[in-house]
C-alpha cells in the first residue's frame, strides 16, 4: 500500500514539476467572474522572476492600467527561490472576455477570464438552503418517514420536492474531484472555484491561512450594492465550514478564532447556531479561544441582540427594537431533531432549551425582513452531514426532516409578502444508497445474522415507522421494519444494523498508531454486532463525501436559470442575477429597487 502511494506520489510530483515552470495565476484559467465583483489578483513563478523581464497584460493592455493599480512584487515568497506578484481588491467593471498573457521573459502563461454582468434585479431577497451532506437517499428517506407511502405511491410531497425548477450540480473543487464544504458553500457564496478546506480565496502555494488571495463573497455584495440585510443560520457551529463561507476569507477551515473576527468585521445583521466557545475569551469556562477576546460582548456593544436559549432567541426576534440578532445556543454544535424532540441524547441535557431550526428561520426572517432593501439568507441543516459522516442515519434523516420543515416555513413566508424571494436548495453529496429494509425483532436476544436482516426488492416491502406527528416525525426509529440506509464509504466499524438510541453513533475510536482509527468496541457487545471492515485508509474515522452531482432545486423569481446539469461555481451567478449584483449600468433602474415580474 505504502509502495503503491509513494509511487502514486512521484507521477503527481513529476507532472507539477512539468507543469510547474508555466506560473500559476489566480483567478484560474476559465474563471467566471462577476463584474465590479473584488478579486486578488497573484501571479506565482516557479523559480526567481525578475521584474524588469515581467510582463502581463489583459487583452493587450498593461494589467496595471486595465486594473488602475500596479502590483507588490515578492522576490522570494515564503523564503524560498520563488517570486509572486500580488494586487489585491481589484475589480472587472466590463463584461466580456478577458485574455490574460503572463510572462516573466522565459515562460508564458495564456489564460482567459470571462465576466459578465447581470442586468436589473429581479428579487428582494433570497434564501438559500444548505442541507449539508444531502444526498438523493437522505431525501427520499425523508419523504417515506414524513409523508407515508401506499402501495408505491408517496401520501406526499416535501416542500424541497415540490419546487418547479431543478438541476444536476457538479461539486468538484480547484483541487480535487470531491469537495468537503468549505469549498462547496465557497463556490456558492463567490462563484469561484475553490480547494479542500478553503473559502473565499484560491488557495495559493504559501503556508500562511489567512494570506491566500482573496475574492468577494455573496454576502459582501449584496451589503454593499443593494444594502441588503444579511441572514447566517445554522444548527452546527457558526464557525463551520459552511455558514462561515458566507463571510470568511481562510484557506484553512478550522481558524474558528479567525473567523469569528471575520464575521466581527462583517456584521451580518442574523447569526444564529451554535459555537459560542470561540466567542467567550479564554479564561472564561466552556472557551476554545486562544486569547482573551470575548466576541459576546462585542457583538453586544455593536447593538446585537443576544440569545443563549430558543425561547431568548423569539422575543428577541419579536421586538421591535431588534435589528441585530446574534443566537449562540450550544458551547458546539447543536443538537438534531431526533435528540431534541425524542431521544435526548446528545448535548439535549445540557443545553435543553435549543431551538429547532423552523423557529431559527422564523426569527431570522422577523428581523432580516425589517430592512426595505431586502436580505440575503443562508440556512444550513448541517447535522445532516455530521451524523451521516458517523453513519447514524436515523438522526440524518430527521435533520432532513427539519431541512424541508425550514423550507416550507419559508415558502411560506415568502408567499405571504410580496412573492419575490428566491429560494434555493442544495449542497454535497455523501455515499449513501437506500438498499431497502432491515426487518428484525429489537426485543430479540438472538437476532439473525446481520446480512439476513436486510430485505430486498420484494422483500423489502414498506417500512413501518409509526404515523408522523405534524412536524413529520415519526415517534421512534426503533421498529421491527426500518430503512437500510447504507453508506458506500466505510471505517473499520461495529455493525448492529439498529438505531442508536442513546447517543449519536461513534463507529470509531483513535487506534494505536498515530493518526489511525479503529472499530469503537462499545458495539460490540450488542445482540448480533459483527465487525465490518472497512473501505477507506486507516486514517479517515467516518464516512466520506461523494462526487456525485448534486440536486438543487429552486423557486422564485431568477429560479428559471436553474436548470439542467450546472457547475457549483454557477449557483453564486443564479444568486448574482436574481439581485443584479452586477456593476451599475446608468440605464438601469436605482439598484435597490426590484423589476415587477410580468405575469
Ligand atoms: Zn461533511
Known amino acids: 500500500m505504502r509502495t503503491v502511494l509513494a509511487a502514486a506520489a512521484g507521477i503527481a510530483i513529476a507532472m507539477a514539476a512539468s507543469a510547474g515552470s508555466a506560473q500559476t495565476v489566480y483567478p484560474i484559467d476559465r474563471a467566471d467572474i462577476l463584474s465590479g465583483a473584488r478579486f486578488d489578483f497573484k501571479v506565482e513563478f516557479a523559480g526567481l522572476a525578475d521584474p524588469s523581464k515581467i510582463s502581463i497584460t489583459l487583452n493587450g493592455k498593461d494589467y496595471a492600467q486595465v486594473f488602475g493599480k500596479a502590483a507588490t512584487f515578492v522576490e522570494r515568497e515564503a523564503g524560498k527561490d520563488q517570486s509572486a506578484l500580488l494586487l489585491r481588491d481589484v475589480s472587472l467593471a466590463d463584461a466580456g472576455v478577458y485574455n490574460i498573457r503572463v510572462t516573466d521573459g522565459a515562460e508564458t502563461r495564456e489564460l482567459r477570464w470571462n465576466v459578465y454582468d447581470t442586468g436589473p434585479r429581479k428579487a428582494k431577497n433570497v434564501i438559500l438552503f444548505i442541507g449539508d451532506g444531502m444526498s438523493p437517499a437522505h431525501r427520499v428517506a425523508a419523504r417515506l418517514l414524513a409523508k407515508g407511502i401506499a ?27 470531491i469537495t468537503d464544504s468549505a469549498n462547496s458553500a465557497s463556490a456558492y457564496a463567490t462563484g469561484h472555484k ?137 458551547l458546539g454544535n447543536m443538537d438534531g431533531a431526533l435528540d431534541r424532540k425524542f431521544l435526548k441524547g446528545g448535548t439535549v441535557g445540557k443545553f435543553p432549551e435549543q431551538p429547532d431550526l423552523t423557529e ?11 430592512n426595505p432593501s431586502g436580505f440575503f439568507l443562508m440556512v444550513e441543516s448541517g447535522m445532516i452531514d455530521k451524523y451521516t459522516h458517523l453513519l447514524d442515519m436515523e438522526r440524518a434523516v430527521y435533520d432532513t426532516i427539519m431541512l424541508d420543515n425550514a423550507v416550507r416555513l419559508a415558502r411560506d413566508w415568502a408567499a405571504a409578502h410580496g412573492d419575490d424571494t428566491l429560494i434555493l436548495v442544495m449542497d454535497h453529496n455523501h455515499p449513501i444508497g437506500l438498499l431497502g429494509t432491515i426487518d428484525d425483532d429489537m426485543t430479540k436476544e438472538t437476532p439473525a445474522p446481520l446480512r439476513e436482516r436486510v430485505r430486498v ?143
Open 360 to 370: 431559527q428561520v422564523g426569527a431570522a426572517l422577523e428581523v432580516l425582513s425589517k
Open 151 to 177: 402501495e408505491g405511491k408517496a401520501i406526499g410531497k416535501l416542500a424541497i420536492d415540490d419546487m418547479p425548477h431543478m438541476a444536476l450540480v457538479a461539486t468538484a473543487g480547484s483541487d480535487s474531484i
Open 194 to 330: 475553490s480547494a479542500v478546506n478553503a473559502m473565499g480565496v484560491y488557495a495559493d502555494r504559501t503556508p500562511d491561512p489567512l494570506d491566500d488571495p482573496r475574492v468577494e463573497t455573496v454576502t459582501s455584495l449584496a451589503q454593499r450594492r443593494q444594502a441588503m440585510a444579511i441572514g447566517i443560520v445554522t444548527n452546527t457551529e457558526i464557525e463551520d465550514a459552511t455558514p462561515a463561507a458566507m463571510v470568511a476569507h481562510t484557506r484553512r477551515r478550522t481558524e474558528y478564532d479567525r473567523i469569528v473576527e471575520q464575521y466581527f468585521a462583517a456584521k451580518p445583521d442574523v447569526l444564529m447556531g451554535g459555537g459560542r466557545a470561540n466567542f467567550l475569551p479564554k479564561s472564561e469556562n466552556g472557551s476554545r479561544r486562544r486569547d482573551e477576546s470575548d466576541f459576546v460582548a462585542q457583538f453586544r456593544a455593536a447593538g446585537y441582540s443576544l440569545a443563549l436559549t430558543g425561547p431568548e432567541m423569539v422575543s428577541a426576534a419579536k421586538d421591535p427594537g431588534t435589528t441585530k440578532l446574534l443566537g449562540l445556543f450550544t
Open 457 to 599: 426488492y420484494e422483500r423489502a416491502g414498506f417500512p413501518n415507522y409509526p404515523a408522523p406527528d405534524a412536524e413529520g416525525y415519526p415517534a421512534r426509529v426503533d421498529v421491527s421494519r426500518r430503512l437500510a440506509l447504507f453508506s458506500a464509504s466505510l471505517p473499520d466499524h461495529y455493525e448492529t444494523l439498529r438505531p442508536k438510541l442513546d447517543n449519536p453513533n461513534e463507529p470509531t475510536v483513535a487506534g494505536k498508531d498515530p493518526n489511525t482509527y479503529v472499530a469503537n468496541e462499545r458495539y460490540k457487545s450488542v445482540p448480533g454486532a459483527a465487525l465490518r471492515l472497512g473501505n477507506l485508509p486507516a486514517m479517515i474515522n467516518a464516512d466520506v463525501h461523494s462526487g456525485e452531482d448534486v440536486i438543487l432545486t429552486a423557486t422564485g423569481p431568477g429560479s428559471e436559470r436553474v436548470r439542467g446539469q450546472m457547475d457549483n461555481t454557477e449557483v453564486f451567478r443564479v444568486i448574482a442575477e436574481a439581485l443584479g449584483l452586477g456593476a451599475p449600468d446608468a440605464s438601469e433602474p436605482k439598484r435597490t429597487e426590484v423589476v415587477p415580474r410580468q405575469q
